[in-house]
């Protein structure tokens, strides 16, 4: 028997908005103004193609977390892996209003690929960390030019909230490599 599992997609809403890796705003209402084709398949990148996608900063976190030795970094790495799952379920359901199909692939060409990923060296605090700050200022970038490019205000506001906890996550990754990384305890 399948357990009762109420309204699930609330309480992972909730719960990762209780995280503190994120921008301490709630997540505006998925509604776009109205399908658009050409606007969903400019979503598929974001949603899973290379190193600025949301599936790819999933894996590559998560993946940073397992190996990292350091267990403040591999929680906060866990964390905002968390929220990124988030990002992906709200582009995704952009990417289904819009009428297109949300599949890991990149704008219906090519299937998504764990060698997306950037894995570094495994352990190594200040590879794993700018491999991530880098990864960061990628989707940032990303996200910035699709706030320029589609033109509706409901996608767009989706968009302005994700770079926000995108911004967050720059930072606390600078930190960490500030505080983990410096010319005296370089690992």
């Not at 908005?17 to 969903?40: G, I, T």
Request: proline share 4%.
């Amino acid at each position: 028997m399948l357990p009762d599992l109420g309204d699930i997609e609330e309480k992972v809403h909730q719960f990762v908005e209780s995280l503190p890796c994120r921008f301490p705003e709630p997540y505006p209402e998925v509604m776009v103004a109205e399908p658009n084709a050409v606007y969903a398949q400019m979503l598929l990148d974001a949603f899973a193609n290379g190193g600025a996608a949301e599936l790819t900063a999933i894996t590559q976190y998560f993946h940073h977390s397992l190996v990292m030795e350091n267990q403040e970094v591999a929680n906060l790495l866990l964390c905002i892996a968390l929220v990124e799952m988030l990002h992906l379920d709200l582009i995704g359901e952009l990417i289904e209003q819009l009428g297109g199909d949300p599949r890991f692939w990149r704008a219906n060409t090519a299937y998504w690929s764990g060698g997306n990923v950037a894995y570094g060296i495994e352990q190594n605090v200040g590879e794993l960390l700018r491999l991530d700050i880098e990864s960061e200022e990628t989707a940032i970038d990303a996200y910035e030019r699709l706030l320029h490019e589609i033109d509706d205000p409901g996608v767009q506001r989706v968009l302005m909230r994700i770079i926000r906890d995108e911004q967050v996550h720059l930072h606390l990754f600078q930190q960490a490599l500030q505080k983990y990384c410096t010319l005296s305890n370089l690992e």
